[in-house]
């Protein structure tokens, strides 16, 4: 009898932190859809906004929604309450292989290994069974004859997960790059979200990184406040960075070839929701993660 209450009030805990957890995720859709800027950025009450999203109290529970952010100097994590910007990420299916290899510098894998890497990712999703390069890749010769044989997928990835079938990604190195890569969106990246990393891995040299970062901060320095710059449209990344900033030739020359070959952009249609749920009276918690697009269509969804 012990046994069937505790399975019993386990059954109805869970429930309940479903609806909580669920109860985040509609919260957040809905300050998404009230958002009607023609830019997204990190001041946007949906990315950063404690009051709706920190501990918000429903009957014997609460939940937040939040996501954390890295910083590239000196490692120190920070807590946002909010939703994440997925255009602040590469697209994993439509990144080239140049890009891709500099993110994995970026994380301290060496110049040989992160070309292996990035060029056994593009042949994971090319639907040909030709190497990206001649040494380090792999396409199905190389799956099949492991110890737990599977066929190279030739197709775009659906889940980030499938890196881990990669050859070459380890489950160390998935834990560091996968909060910077996504499948979702058209495969611009948003200059007013993306982080360091990110526009580094875009061949921006640091010293011009730097000053995109600190001109979006504002004067307080501070990510997601009032304060914050946002660059409004493409045409005005440069002149809006000019009136700050001194920019060299080579500098103009980086951002208006990423603007004329399409890889930036200032708004965003895909978000990714990590709300998590807690009883007051239960140890036990519920997290729920999901991706949505800008009309609260659920794009993917799990559950831990």
């Known amino acids: 009898m012990r046994a069937r209450i505790t399975l019993a009030k386990r059954l109805t805990y869970d429930t309940l932190l479903h609806s909580l957890a669920s109860s985040g995720v509609k919260k957040a859709i809905m300050e998404l859809k009230?958002?009607?800027?023609?830019?997204?950025?990190?001041?946007?009450?949906?990315?950063?906004?404690?009051?709706?999203?920190k501990d918000f109290r429903l009957g014997d529970g609460s939940f937040t929604v939040s996501y954390q952010i890295r910083s590239y100097k000196d490692s120190e994590v920070k807590t946002y309450f909010g939703v994440v910007d997925e255009a602040s990420k590469l697209n994993?299916?439509?990144?080239?292989?140049?890009?891709?290899?500099?993110?994995?510098?970026?994380?301290?894998v060496d110049e040989i290994q992160a070309e292996e890497i990035a060029a056994a990712i593009v042949?994971?999703?090319d639907q040909d069974s030709f190497l990206s390069i001649p040494i380090g890749s792999a396409e199905d010769l190389y799956y099949t004859n492991l110890d737990l044989p599977y066929h190279c997928k030739d197709s775009p990835f659906q889940v980030l997960d499938e890196l881990l079938l990669v050859k070459g990604m380890s489950k160390e190195l998935f834990d560091k790059v996968k909060d910077y890569l996504t499948v979702f969106g058209d495969g611009k990246v948003n200059i007013n979200t993306a982080t360091f990393p990110i526009l580094k891995a875009l061949g921006l040299r640091d010293k011009l990184v730097e000053k995109i970062i600190r001109y979006r901060k504002g004067e307080d320095e501070e990510w997601g406040t009032s304060d914050?710059?946002?660059?409004?449209?493409?045409?005005?990344?440069?002149?809006?960075?000019?009136?700050?900033?001194?920019?060299s030739a080579e500098e103009i020359n980086s951002l208006n070839n990423l603007i004329s070959t399409h890889r930036l952009t200032t708004s965003s249609s895909t978000f990714l929701i990590r709300s998590r749920a807690t009883l007051v009276f239960s140890p036990l918690g519920k997290e729920i993660t999901c991706v949505v697009d800008r009309k609260g269509k659920i794009l993917?969804?799990?559950e831990l």
């Not at 009230?34 to 999203?53: C, E």
């Not at 045409?235 to 960075?241: A, M, S």
């Open 34 to 53: 009230k958002d009607n800027t023609p830019s997204d950025s990190l001041k946007d009450d949906w990315a950063n906004n404690p009051q709706v999203f």
């Open 92 to 108: 994993i299916n439509t990144v080239d292989r140049r890009t891709l290899k500099r993110l994995l510098e970026a994380f301290g």
């Open 123 to 125: 042949d994971w999703r």
């Open 228 to 247: 914050d710059r946002v660059f409004t449209q493409l045409q005005t990344i440069v002149p809006q960075l000019t009136k700050v900033y001194y920019l």
């Open 300 to 302: 993917f969804w799990r």
